[in-house]
Every structure is written in C-alpha cells, then in structure tokens.
C-alpha cells in the first residue's frame, strides 16, 4: 500500500474561527521570516479538527531555519523579539476586551475592536510557528550529543542530557501563575496583608490568569472557587515548605542555565551546536507561553464574539463557525454566507495551505478533496504494547484514566495513569493526581514532556495510538526509562 505523504500532527476539540486564523498565519510567515511551510492540512468533523504535516514540507522548512541561525547570529533573538512584542500586544488587548462595554458600541467601533483583536492574534502565530517545525535541528543536536555519550559508554543517558540541554530558560505563564499564588499565600502566612487585601490578591490574580484553560470554546475558565481551593490546600502547608517551593520555581530558570553550562563544558561543545540546542529551549518556550496566551485571548474575546452574534440573532458559537471577511461582512452589512453553505462546514471541512494559497472547501466537496490528499491511512498494527519516546524517566504500574476533554477531569484519581492525546492547561488537575503521563502526540519538547519534568512524573510521549488502544481502569506497566507501555488484552 502506498504510504500517503501526510502525517497526523495533532488531533483536538476546538471552533472552525481558530483553524482559519492558525491556517493564514501561515501567510504571515512569509511576510516577515521570508519562507514558510509549503503546505499544511486542517480537516474538521463537528467540532473535531486534526492537523496534518507534509514530511517533506516540513523537512525543508527546518532547513531553512537552520540556515537563518549559521548565516544571522541575531535570528534566535530576533524570534524571541517579534514573539514578545505580539505577545505584549495581545494582553495589552485582552486587557481592553475586558473593560470595554460592547453594547454601548456603533457598528463600525466594533468592527474596528474586532479587527484589531483579529490582527493582534494573528500576529502571536510567526513565532509560534518557528519553534514546532524544527525536525532537522532536534535530529542534528541529538546525532552530535549521542556521538559524545558513545565515546565515554554513556549512550542510556541520551534523553536525560537531551531534556536539560533543551529545557526552557524562563517560566511558563503556568509557573508565573503558581509562583504570584504562592506569593499571596505567603504573605496570608506571614500575616502582612489584611481581609481586604487578600481579596483584591485573589480577584486580581482571578481576573488575570482564569482565562488559561481555555484552549477551546468548550472549556470553562477557571473561577475563584478553584483559586480558593488551590489557597486553602497551600496554607495547611508549613511556611518552611512554601518558602522553598516559592524559591524553587524563582531560580529554576537560572538553574536550568548552570545546568547546560555544566554540560557544555563536560563535553567541549561548540558554539555552533549550543546556538541549536539554545534555539530549541528558546522556542520550546514560545510554545508554552503561546499556548497559554492564546487560551487567555480565547476567554478575553468571548463577550467580544457574543455580541456580535447578538446583534444579528446568531449564538457566539455560531459566529465562530465563519472566517474573519465573513464576520466582517455580518458586522459592516449584515450579510451571512448561504445558510447550506454552514450547515455544510459543520459537518465537514478542510482548509488547506499550499504553496501560499489557502483553500477552504465545505461538505461533499470537502470530503472530495480529503479522500484525494489522504487516501487509506495505514493502520498500525498493536501487539501487547506500545511505544512512545521518553519525556521524563521512571517505571510505575497502575490504573489507566482516559482523559480527552474537560468533562472527563472527574474520572481521574491520586495515583491513576493518565492516558490522553495531549496534555493542556485544562488538565492540570488531572496532572497533579497522575502517576505516569502518556500521550498520543508530541515529542519530547511538547507541553506533556514540559510539565512532567517540573511534576517529576514518569512521562511517554507521541504513541499515536494509546487514547484508542487502552480503556479506562485497564492495568498497565509504565516504563518510562525505554518508553514501552505493556497492557493486557
């Protein structure tokens, strides 16, 4: 059987405005890096979108970028500039979403409010995008480190150097949001703050990070009874033992750093490969910290997408289901495309990237154009196991949760094995409970691989297939030393 020359990238729950705005953003590559992937592919079932990768597309765009880093010694800061500035520029923005009373607006402010929202999210995509596709670098960095390991019989040791040298050097929006609690938890400790100033604490940190979760429409934001919670369980702790968390997530970026200078020496590596394994922390970073971002504009432009909706009798879901010209159309003449044409959309879509143009096709035409690009995937055959690659070390046995969605946080309990496509902000409860993460996507600078290093939690990842081979309360072993899954049948 011919193999087809797409491969699953990811696979997630989210509204069709997201995959138009994350498919012309590829546009926006070109503008100001100068190349960008030839193609990519978005396919969508309901509410179900999966992201595919042309191999050899992407292949060529991780060259390109490798040649940027050898001929432009200021192209990894110059990344980090244009990620900073947009990401500034879109909490700059989600602050205004906020404190603005949409109702009260003319049609043409809101139009304008909206496009701004629109062009500033866009913008955070460029950066976001350099750091996923980077297939080459990871492998060259990976052949150099395993041929140093080699010389001195060390070849078991490649993941752990490979996970320091690539970790990121700054906090996450996720370790900003727990290192501000632990602060106000402190201060309640230490008793520097009075009843009313522990509550305008937690309202502001409420307002400035319940948004985090929300990666989708479907997912609610955090809400102040999870905050208090959070407190309540903190402050049974002794102030010794908060002190030192508090102080742990505060140097851990400058430990990470004292660590890879460590290596660096232990191995004489030359400056060329730092600049590469400094490029993937820098970048795996980014992802973090879009992630979040992006999640936070989600929650902040809700009222936004709502009251536009309610202004021409349509849900805020039903606004998300049309692209950036067609809300603006609606807005500035209330128009709507043929009512078929998004019923069509809904049930099946596809938006495709190739060589600078999109395409945007609906129902049977979609379905047309899917069964051309994708033809018969190959089915995996699955034994007795699955494989995935090491994110974090470890060996557990345990009972298995499937956790895909929000709704599905209840199932899971102290010491389950958390099973699920890819870890995101929404599972962090399940995270803190699990005894061993595993995943069907990712590699090992991915969300799931970054979380489980700061959990310390035995972590596999990019198995494809273990959310559709393992059931909940299935008994696996967790090998996370050679990245095995053993099950029975």
Same mark, same amino acid.
Request: proline share 3%; with cysteine; hydrophobic share 35%.
């Given at each position: 059987?011919?193999?087809?020359?797409?491969?699953?990238?990811?696979?997630?729950?989210?509204?069709?405005?997201?995959?138009?705005?994350?498919?012309?953003?590829?546009?926006?590559?070109?503008?100001?890096?100068?190349?960008?992937?030839?193609?990519?592919?978005?396919?969508?079932?309901?509410?179900?979108?999966?992201?595919?990768?042309?191999?050899?597309?992407?292949?060529?765009?991780?060259?390109?970028?490798?040649?940027?880093?050898?001929? #432009?010694?200021?192209?990894?800061?110059?990344?980090?500039?244009?990620?900073?500035?947009?990401?500034?520029?879109?909490?700059?923005?989600?602050?205004?979403?906020? /404190?603005? /009373?949409?109702?009260?607006?003319?049609?043409?402010?809101?139009?304008?409010?909206?496009?701004?929202?629109?062009?500033?999210?866009?913008?955070?995509?460029?950066?976001?995008?350099?750091?996923?596709?980077?297939?080459?670098?990871?492998?060259?960095?990976?052949?150099?480190?395993?041929?140093?390991?080699?010389?001195?019989?060390?070849?078991?040791?490649? #993941?752990?150097?490979?996970?320091? @040298?690539?970790?990121?050097?700054?906090?996450?929006?996720?370790?900003?949001?727990?290192?501000?609690?632990?602060?106000?938890?402190?201060?309640?400790?230490?008793?520097?703050?009075?009843?009313?100033?522990?509550?305008?604490?937690?309202?502001?940190?409420?307002?400035?990070?319940?948004?985090?979760?929300?990666? #989708?429409?479907?997912?609610?934001?955090?809400?102040?009874?999870?905050?208090?919670?959070?407190?309540?369980?903190?402050?049974?702790?002794?102030?010794?033992?908060?002190?030192?968390?508090?102080?742990?997530?505060?140097? !851990?970026?400058?430990?990470?750093?004292?660590?890879?200078?460590?290596?660096?020496?232990?191995?004489?590596?030359?400056?060329?490969?730092?600049?590469?394994?400094?490029?993937?922390?820098?970048?795996?970073?980014?992802?973090?910290?879009?992630?979040?971002?992006?999640?936070?504009?989600?929650?902040?432009?809700?009222?936004?997408?709502?009251?536009?909706?309610?202004?021409?009798?349509?849900?805020?879901?039903?606004?998300?289901?049309?692209?950036?010209?067609?809300?603006?159309?609606?807005?500035?003449?209330?128009?709507?495309?043929?009512?078929?044409?998004?019923?069509?959309?809904?049930?099946?879509? !596809?938006?495709?990237?190739?060589?600078?143009?999109?395409?945007?096709?609906?129902?049977?035409?979609?379905?047309?154009?899917?069964?051309?690009?994708?033809?018969?995937?190959?089915?995996?055959?699955?034994?007795?196991?699955?494989?995935?690659?090491?994110?974090?070390?470890?060996?557990?046995?345990?009972?298995?949760?499937?956790?895909?969605?929000?709704?599905?946080?209840?199932?899971?309990?102290?010491?389950?094995?958390?099973?699920?496509?890819?870890?995101?902000?929404?599972? @962090?409860?399940?995270?803190?409970?699990?005894?061993?993460?595993?995943?069907?996507?990712?590699?090992?600078?991915?969300?799931?691989?970054?979380?489980?290093?700061?959990?310390?939690?035995?972590?596999?990842?990019?198995?494809?297939?273990?959310?559709?081979?393992?059931?909940?309360? /299935?008994?696996?072993?967790? /090998?996370?030393?050679?990245?095995?899954?053993?099950?029975?049948?």
């Amino acid at each position: 059987m011919k193999r087809s020359k797409w491969e699953k990238l990811v696979e997630r729950r989210s509204d069709f405005w997201k995959n138009y705005m994350m498919i012309v953003s590829l546009q926006e590559v070109k503008k100001i890096f100068g190349f960008t992937l030839q193609e990519h592919l978005t396919t969508r079932e309901g509410m179900n979108f999966t992201h595919w990768i042309s191999l050899q597309s992407v292949r060529r765009f991780s060259l390109q970028i490798e040649h940027e880093i050898q001929k #432009n010694t200021r192209f990894i800061g110059e990344i980090l500039h244009i990620f900073e500035v947009a990401q500034r520029n879109l909490l700059s923005i989600n602050e205004r979403l906020k /404190d603005t /009373d949409f109702a009260s607006l003319a049609d043409q402010k809101l139009r304008k409010i909206f496009h701004e929202f629109c062009e500033q999210y866009l913008a955070l995509y460029p950066g976001f995008h350099i750091g996923i596709y980077t297939s080459t670098i990871e492998e060259k960095v990976k052949r150099w480190l395993l041929k140093q390991l080699k010389s001195t019989n060390q070849e078991e040791k490649l #993941n752990d150097y490979f996970i320091q @040298l690539t970790a990121p050097e700054r906090p996450s929006l996720i370790q900003e949001e727990e290192r501000e609690l632990l602060n106000i938890v402190l201060k309640i400790k230490k008793k520097v703050t009075t009843k009313k100033t522990k509550k305008f604490l937690v309202d502001e940190h409420v307002a400035k990070y319940a948004g985090l979760p929300v990666i #989708n429409d479907e997912i609610s934001p955090w809400n102040r009874s999870y905050f208090t919670r959070r407190l309540t369980v903190l402050l049974k702790k002794p102030l010794t033992q908060l002190q030192e968390q508090y102080q742990y997530i505060c140097h !851990l970026p400058t430990e990470t750093k004292k660590t890879k200078v460590k290596i660096y020496q232990l191995f004489f590596t030359p400056e060329r490969i730092r600049q590469l394994f400094y490029f993937i922390g820098q970048t795996t970073w980014i992802r973090l910290v879009g992630r979040n971002t992006f999640a936070l504009a989600h929650h902040a432009s809700r009222p936004l997408f709502e009251e536009i909706g309610r202004r021409h009798h349509l849900s805020f879901k039903e606004v998300k289901w049309l692209t950036v010209p067609e809300i603006d159309n609606l807005i500035a003449h209330d128009i709507l495309p043929p009512n078929q044409k998004i019923e069509e959309r809904k049930k099946t879509s !596809l938006l495709l990237f190739r060589n600078g143009r999109i395409v945007i096709k609906e129902g049977e035409e979609a379905k047309r154009q899917i069964k051309k690009e994708l033809g018969s995937q190959l089915k995996k055959q699955i034994e007795e196991s699955l494989r995935g690659s090491v994110a974090y070390p470890g060996k557990v046995r345990g009972k298995v949760k499937i956790i895909i969605t929000q709704k599905n946080l209840q199932k899971m309990r102290k010491g389950d094995i958390l099973i699920t496509r890819m870890t995101t902000v929404e599972l @962090l409860s399940a995270i803190r409970k699990a005894s061993a993460i595993v995943t069907d996507e990712g590699g090992i600078t991915c969300h799931a691989a970054i979380v489980s290093r700061e959990f310390k939690i035995p972590c596999i990842v990019g198995t494809k297939f273990a959310t559709k081979v393992l059931k909940d309360d /299935d008994i696996v072993e967790i /090998d996370a030393n050679q990245g095995i899954i053993k099950f029975t049948k």
